[in-house]
């Protein structure tokens, strides 16, 4: 087993090593995080080293890679610095690992194939476009050209690479590969700006470029050595004029360089630095250069003290003070798996010196937590933080979602005391800040909590909660906390007892409360206020203190976790994805509540009804609805559903109105349930599993049943024919009930239950504005469809016969015609057919007598028989035919005829002296129930119970079939015929035995 202590120790006596100090590629490990299929990154103090890994590290260092990796380096490729671009390093970093280019002297390399050639994106001289273009670099004429689309026409550009150099400016290009190329052309620099998308390729280019300018340079001086090759030999500081700094045109006596002649001369407090140019142009043009830096007044810590941004970055990378800081440290992403919230932290670096004020904008635009690096020896750097820094990030962002601010006190290695008694009061000013933390680059202190407190600023901002200034949570958050409190209130008595915290608790965190932890959080809450436990419970009032003592306390994590479990955004906005989640549904399918959430919302009912008396009261209506952020039923709802005598919703009007609302718009369903915490309390995913979406009905037709529960009848009818009193009548309101509604409450949709065959089914009633020529798809889109006319307007029915003509004489939808007002007398109908003789036309069941004037609550039998003709479209009620045609009218009124019953009455005088005849009679006449006349009802009613087809016409209904040749071959008259057969040889055989007992 490995002894982590040892092998710690290990590694850092091998880091102190000259050559192990830096990275071996780049100087910083940052490039090698982007690169996790070349490279791994590990901590020496944070992660686990095995023995056989740590003896690795200890015979391989940097200077052994070094020496098998960078074997055969050409003198031409250009190695890069800390302060390159990303590309060039990346590429850098594959060449010697993933493509091992220099680990031998005789590997080909396509940059030095003496010709290399490509297509390289240009920018455009007039209009800045980049266009595709091929360039050709040759080792033969050492010259680089360039064509446009006709490469016949010779190349646009012919470049000598004598004047030729190459350098990647990818800011100045606008992409990260780009490369600026230039060349002199009459005493003038001329440039391309290029790029290819492939890094590989421009960094070959690039190199391919100082192959061919080596080889030249060779064989233009063939004496000069490769260690002639320019490199940095030193820096100078440049300042301003206020501190002495100041620049001329000169040539001194006694400089070298006898033939460049033009001068410029640098003063510094300290020294004099002499430059000398090959040209006037170039000489003018860096004395203007430098004379616009020397102008420029210097900020203190340009010139004084430096506040060690960059190097915070680098010691947390490096885990070590870096002896070398650049101006500024490139772009690092630290991975989630290394961070305590498991999130990526990309960090970005600034630098007054290299990046101009625009691009600190875009950064800062970009950024989700900044971060104010000051000085805690430098009184100058704390003062910028409220003159420059936070007003100049405030301008560039909105004052309704400001970005969170860290103050970070550096160098406090350097110091004795805290600056936190000066920082406190601007901490207290400016509530966009966060948190402040103290830190050491130099001694590691506090590296790790300073970014950690920045990802939480981001994750938990204390902005959206709390307001420093009045020291209390803000009213967006106590609403939330207050929704999120009678939620987990499971039984609405306003106290969270000992199972509700449980549940809340595990709700959230996963993880139950111990009894003891829920008595130390009561007494915590029962020290700081009164009213704050109650019954041994947590009351609303200390639940909100619980959560303001989290946040004062730095804890906003518990706050926010348990805001974004019950679907809260950073705004404290309910998340489009928790109130609106998921849920396809194919056309031509509907949408209802499964039993589970049948089952959710009577618990939300019954945790609601206060009195127990079945109905939702004004006041316990609007306790239900206090977890919304509106009032979602209005006075409409009442006239929609059942009431009690007092106008209050009943528990079946409660369920009505929630299956109305699932089938009519499923999303405003979904934020309903999502309002009241359905996925929360039933432990489900989100409100998606409440759905149930139905199959195609197209499937339910072709299989001749359904799995349904909610059926559509459209009521059409002309205006003042009583549509309204019809869907009133049906939740049970007669005329006088119906004429107390206000014309604003009125309501255009009525559902209610049905039983169909012992089976509760939902009925919605839908009423359609009196215009067929613009009837619309939703108009006509229902199960069945419902024809009112008014028996007393002579007018009335025209407009049903033309709707039913228009729209559905070829539709496969069942029709039934209402007669309604049937009360009032019955006028002729100004229609060429009467209302029975068009139904038996288009062979419709007759019209059904309707009316809700009447004492009592109208019935409801004609709202069952549209249910169960939209259930079963393809069969029709026996009970309503009165066509005098068909097998069962002609059965039922040869049994009714006179002539039967006088043999009725005769046979029965006959044999009524005879217990076995009497027994006999009685059993088949007699009673109601097995009657003749009801054996054959029900002979009919199983007919139309099960779906039968005709064998003539597949589509014409049952009821339709009357005495024909056809008939015969058909079952059902079969069935007919052999049950009347045996019921009258039974009949027959006692008559028989009737007469031959009495001789």
Same mark, same amino acid.
């Given at each position: 087993?490995?002894?982590?202590?040892?092998?710690?120790?290990?590694?850092?006596?091998?880091?102190?090593?000259?050559?192990?100090?830096?990275?071996?590629?780049?100087?910083?490990?940052?490039?090698?995080?982007?690169?996790?299929?070349?490279?791994?990154?590990?901590?020496?103090?944070?992660?686990?080293?095995?023995?056989?890994?740590?003896?690795?590290?200890?015979?391989?260092?940097?200077?052994?890679?070094?020496?098998?990796?960078?074997?055969?380096?050409?003198?031409?490729?250009?190695?890069?610095?800390?302060?390159?671009?990303?590309?060039?390093?990346?590429?850098?970093?594959?060449?010697?690992?993933?493509?091992?280019?220099?680990?031998?002297?005789?590997?080909?390399?396509?940059?030095?194939?003496?010709?290399?050639?490509?297509?390289?994106?240009?920018?455009?001289?007039?209009?800045?476009?980049?266009?595709?273009?091929?360039?050709?670099?040759?080792?033969?004429?050492?010259?680089?050209?360039?064509?446009?689309?006709?490469?016949?026409?010779?190349?646009?550009?012919?470049?000598?690479?004598?004047?030729?150099?190459?350098?990647?400016?990818?800011?100045?290009?606008?992409?990260?590969?780009?490369?600026?190329?230039?060349?002199?052309?009459?005493?003038?620099?001329?440039?391309?700006?290029?790029?290819?998308?492939?890094?590989?390729?421009?960094?070959?280019?690039?190199?391919?470029?100082?192959?061919?300018?080596?080889?030249?340079?060779?064989?233009?001086?063939?004496?000069?050595?490769?260690?002639?090759?320019?490199?940095?030999?030193?820096?100078?500081?440049?300042?301003?004029?206020?501190?002495?700094?100041?620049?001329?045109?000169?040539?001194?006596?006694?400089?070298?360089?006898?033939?460049?002649?033009?001068?410029?001369?640098?003063?510094?407090?300290?020294?004099?630095?002499?430059?000398?140019?090959?040209?006037?142009?170039?000489?003018?043009?860096?004395?203007?250069?430098?004379?616009?830096?020397?102008?420029?007044?210097?900020?203190?810590?340009?010139?004084?003290?430096?506040?060690?941004?960059?190097?915070?970055?680098?010691?947390?990378?490096?885990?070590?003070?870096?002896?070398?800081?650049?101006?500024?440290?490139?772009?690092?992403?630290?991975?989630?798996?290394?961070?305590?919230?498991?999130?990526?932290?990309?960090?970005?670096?600034?630098?007054?010196?290299?990046?101009?004020?625009?691009?600190?904008?875009?950064?800062?635009?970009?950024?989700?937590?900044?971060?104010?690096?000051?000085?805690?020896?430098?009184?100058?750097?704390?003062?910028?933080?409220?003159?420059?820094?936070?007003?100049?990030?405030?301008?560039?962002?909105?004052?309704?979602?400001?970005?969170?601010?860290?103050?970070?006190?550096?160098?406090?290695?350097?110091?004795?005391?805290?600056?936190?008694?000066?920082?406190?009061?601007?901490?207290?000013?400016?509530?966009?800040?966060?948190?402040?933390?103290?830190?050491?680059?130099?001694?590691?202190?506090?590296?790790?909590?300073?970014?950690?407190?920045?990802?939480?600023?981001?994750?938990?901002?204390?902005?959206?909660?709390?307001?420093?200034?009045?020291?209390?949570?803000?009213?967006?958050?106590?609403?939330?906390?207050?929704?999120?409190?009678?939620?987990?209130?499971?039984?609405?008595?306003?106290?969270?007892?000992?199972?509700?915290?449980?549940?809340?608790?595990?709700?959230?965190?996963?993880?139950?409360?111990?009894?003891?932890?829920?008595?130390?959080?009561?007494?915590?809450?029962?020290?700081?206020?009164?009213?704050?436990?109650?019954?041994?419970?947590?009351?609303?009032?200390?639940?909100?203190?619980?959560?303001?003592?989290?946040?004062?306390?730095?804890?906003?994590?518990?706050?926010? /976790? *348990?805001? %974004?479990?019950?679907?809260? $955004?950073?705004?404290?906005?309910? &998340? !489009?994805?928790?109130? #609106?989640?998921?849920?396809?549904?194919?056309?031509?399918?509907?949408?209802?509540?499964?039993?589970?959430?049948?089952?959710?919302?009577?618990?939300?009912?019954?945790?609601?009804?206060?009195?127990?008396?079945?109905?939702?009261?004004?006041?316990?209506?609007?306790?239900?609805?206090?977890?919304?952020?509106?009032?979602?039923?209005?006075?409409?709802?009442?006239?929609?559903?059942?009431?009690?005598?007092?106008?209050?919703?009943?528990?079946?009007?409660?369920?009505?109105?929630?299956?109305?609302?699932?089938?009519?718009?499923?999303?405003?369903?979904?934020?309903?349930?999502?309002?009241?915490?359905?996925?929360?309390?039933?432990?489900?995913?989100?409100?998606?599993?409440?759905? /149930? *979406?139905? %199959?195609?009905?197209?499937? $339910?037709?072709?299989?001749?049943? &359904? !799995?349904?529960?909610? #059926?559509?009848?459209?009521?059409?009818?002309?205006?003042?024919?009583?549509?309204?009193?019809?869907?009133?009548?049906?939740?049970?309101?007669?005329?006088?009930?119906?004429?107390?509604?206000?014309?604003?409450?009125?309501?255009?949709?009525?559902?209610?239950?049905?039983?169909?065959?012992?089976?509760?089914?939902?009925?919605?009633?839908?009423?359609?504005?009196?215009?067929?020529?613009?009837?619309?798809?939703?108009?006509?889109?229902?199960?069945?469809?419902?024809?009112?006319?008014?028996?007393?307007?002579?007018?009335?029915?025209?407009?049903?016969?033309?709707?039913?003509?228009?729209?559905?004489?070829?539709?496969?939808?069942?029709?039934?015609?209402?007669?309604?007002?049937?009360?009032?007398?019955?006028?002729?109908?100004?229609?060429?057919?009467?209302?029975?003789?068009?139904?038996?036309?288009?062979?419709?069941?007759?019209?059904?007598?309707?009316?809700?004037?009447?004492?009592?609550?109208?019935?409801?039998?004609?709202?069952?028989?549209?249910?169960?003709?939209?259930?079963?479209?393809?069969?029709?009620?026996?009970?309503?035919?009165?066509?005098?045609?068909?097998?069962?009218?002609?059965?039922?009124?040869?049994?009714?005829?006179?002539?039967?019953?006088?043999?009725?009455?005769?046979?029965?005088?006959?044999?009524?002296?005879?217990?076995?005849?009497?027994?006999?009679?009685?059993?088949?006449?007699?009673?109601?129930?097995?009657?003749?006349?009801?054996?054959?009802?029900?002979?009919?009613?199983?007919?139309?119970?099960?779906?039968?087809?005709?064998?003539?016409?597949?589509?014409?209904?049952?009821?339709?079939?009357?005495?024909?040749?056809?008939?015969?071959?058909?079952?059902?008259?079969?069935?007919?015929?052999?049950?009347?057969?045996?019921?009258?040889?039974?009949?027959?055989?006692?008559?028989?035995?009737?007469?031959?007992?009495?001789?």
């Amino acid at each position: 087993m490995a002894n982590h202590e040892k092998n710690k120790k290990t590694l850092l006596e091998l880091a102190k090593l000259t050559e192990n100090s830096n990275c071996a590629d780049c100087g910083v490990p940052g490039t090698h995080r982007n690169l996790p299929s070349v490279s791994r990154i590990k901590s020496i103090r944070l992660d686990f080293w095995d023995d056989e890994l740590v003896q690795f590290m200890k015979a391989n260092g940097n200077g052994t890679a070094k020496n098998f990796y960078e074997k055969c380096i050409p003198v031409f490729y250009y190695q890069p610095r800390t302060e390159d671009c990303e590309v060039l390093k990346e590429q850098w970093i594959r060449a010697k690992y993933e493509r091992m280019e220099f680990t031998e002297q005789k590997k080909e390399r396509p940059y030095t194939a003496g010709v290399y050639k490509g297509m390289l994106w240009k920018k455009g001289r007039d209009n800045g476009q980049f266009l595709e273009r091929k360039f050709v670099l040759s080792v033969h004429d050492f010259t680089l050209k360039y064509y446009k689309d006709d490469e016949s026409k010779g190349p646009k550009v012919i470049i000598s690479v004598k004047d030729l150099n190459a350098t990647f400016q990818p800011v100045k290009i606008g992409h990260a590969h780009g490369l600026q190329i230039t060349y002199c052309v009459d005493d003038h620099t001329q440039n391309l700006f290029v790029y290819h998308k492939n890094g590989q390729e421009i960094v070959n280019w690039f190199n391919a470029i100082r192959a061919i300018r080596h080889t030249y340079l060779k064989t233009a001086f063939p004496t000069a050595s490769d260690e002639d090759d320019a490199g940095e030999l030193g820096v100078v500081f440049i300042g301003s004029e206020q501190h002495g700094y100041s620049v001329r045109e000169c040539v001194p006596k006694g400089t070298r360089g006898n033939k460049w002649k033009c001068g410029v001369i640098v003063e510094t407090p300290d020294r004099q630095f002499v430059f000398m140019c090959q040209q006037e142009r170039e000489q003018k043009e860096w004395v203007e250069a430098l004379t616009k830096v020397i102008s420029k007044p210097m900020l203190p810590q340009d010139y004084t003290a430096k506040v060690g941004k960059t190097s915070l970055i680098m010691s947390l990378v490096s885990e070590e003070f870096p002896d070398e800081v650049p101006l500024r440290a490139e772009e690092i992403t630290i991975p989630a798996d290394v961070t305590p919230e498991r999130v990526p932290t990309h960090i970005v670096d600034y630098s007054e010196a290299e990046q101009t004020d625009e691009q600190l904008y875009q950064e800062i635009s970009k950024a989700n937590v900044i971060c104010i690096v000051y000085s805690v020896n430098n009184k100058k750097s704390i003062e910028k933080v409220t003159s420059h820094w936070i007003p100049l990030i405030n301008e560039r962002t909105d004052k309704d979602s400001r970005v969170p601010l860290i103050l970070v006190g550096n160098k406090s290695d350097l110091v004795e005391h805290s600056s936190m008694e000066t920082i406190l009061p601007i901490m207290n000013q400016y509530s966009e800040i966060e948190t402040c933390v103290e830190c050491s680059a130099k001694n590691l202190k506090n590296i790790s909590e300073l970014f950690y407190y920045a990802q939480k600023a981001v994750l938990h901002p204390t902005g959206p909660l709390y307001s420093p200034e009045e020291k209390e949570m803000k009213p967006s958050c106590v609403k939330a906390l207050t929704r999120i409190f009678k939620i987990s209130d499971l039984d609405n008595d306003g106290i969270l007892n000992d199972n509700e915290l449980n549940f809340f608790q595990r709700t959230c965190f996963n993880i139950p409360l111990a009894l003891q932890a829920l008595e130390d959080v009561k007494n915590v809450v029962r020290k700081n206020m009164s009213d704050g436990v109650k019954d041994n419970g947590l009351t609303l009032k200390g639940f909100l203190f619980l959560h303001t003592l989290f946040i004062q306390r730095g804890r906003h994590e518990t706050t926010w /976790t *348990v805001l %974004r479990r019950f679907g809260y $955004d950073d705004d404290l906005e309910l &998340t !489009q994805e928790y109130l #609106f989640p998921m849920l396809k549904i194919p056309p031509d399918c509907t949408t209802e509540l499964n039993h589970n959430a049948y089952l959710f919302l009577q618990s939300v009912f019954d945790k609601h009804d206060k009195d127990r008396d079945c109905a939702m009261s004004p006041d316990e209506l609007k306790d239900l609805f206090k977890v919304f952020p509106y009032m979602p039923w209005g006075p409409d709802v009442n006239n929609t559903v059942c009431t009690n005598e007092q106008g209050w919703i009943t528990y079946q009007g409660y369920l009505s109105q929630w299956t109305l609302t699932t089938y009519l718009d499923v999303q405003r369903c979904l934020e309903y349930l999502g309002y009241l915490g359905y996925s929360i309390i039933q432990e489900q995913e989100s409100q998606a599993s409440a759905i /149930t *979406v139905t %199959r195609n009905k197209r499937i $339910d037709l072709q299989k001749k049943q &359904t !799995q349904r529960s909610v #059926f559509r009848c459209n009521v059409v009818g002309a205006r003042g024919s009583g549509k309204s009193c019809f869907l009133q009548a049906f939740l049970g309101r007669n005329l006088e009930r119906q004429q107390r509604i206000r014309e604003d409450h009125k309501s255009y949709y009525a559902i209610s239950t049905t039983y169909v065959y012992g089976q509760e089914k939902y009925l919605l009633l839908h009423e359609v504005l009196p215009d067929f020529e613009f009837l619309s798809e939703a108009d006509l889109a229902c199960d069945v469809v419902c024809l009112v006319y008014d028996i007393s307007n002579p007018r009335s029915f025209e407009y049903c016969a033309k709707v039913y003509k228009k729209h559905f004489i070829d539709s496969k939808t069942p029709c039934l015609i209402i007669a309604a007002k049937s009360d009032l007398h019955e006028t002729r109908q100004y229609y060429g057919l009467t209302p029975l003789d068009f139904c038996r036309k288009h062979k419709l069941h007759p019209p059904q007598l309707f009316t809700s004037n009447s004492a009592d609550a109208p019935s409801k039998d004609i709202y069952t028989k549209l249910t169960t003709m939209a259930m079963y479209p393809h069969a029709k009620l026996r009970c309503m035919c009165t066509c005098n045609r068909c097998t069962f009218c002609i059965c039922h009124n040869l049994l009714n005829s006179e002539l039967v019953r006088s043999v009725k009455a005769k046979l029965y005088s006959a044999v009524l002296t005879r217990p076995f005849i009497q027994d006999v009679v009685t059993f088949l006449m007699a009673d109601k129930e097995s009657s003749l006349v009801h054996q054959v009802h029900e002979v009919s009613f199983v007919e139309h119970s099960v779906f039968m087809e005709s064998s003539v016409d597949p589509f014409v209904s049952v009821c339709d079939r009357h005495m024909t040749q056809a008939d015969l071959k058909n079952s059902t008259f079969w069935l007919r015929a052999s049950v009347g057969a045996t019921v009258f040889a039974v009949l027959g055989f006692a008559m028989y035995k009737a007469l031959l007992k009495q001789r």
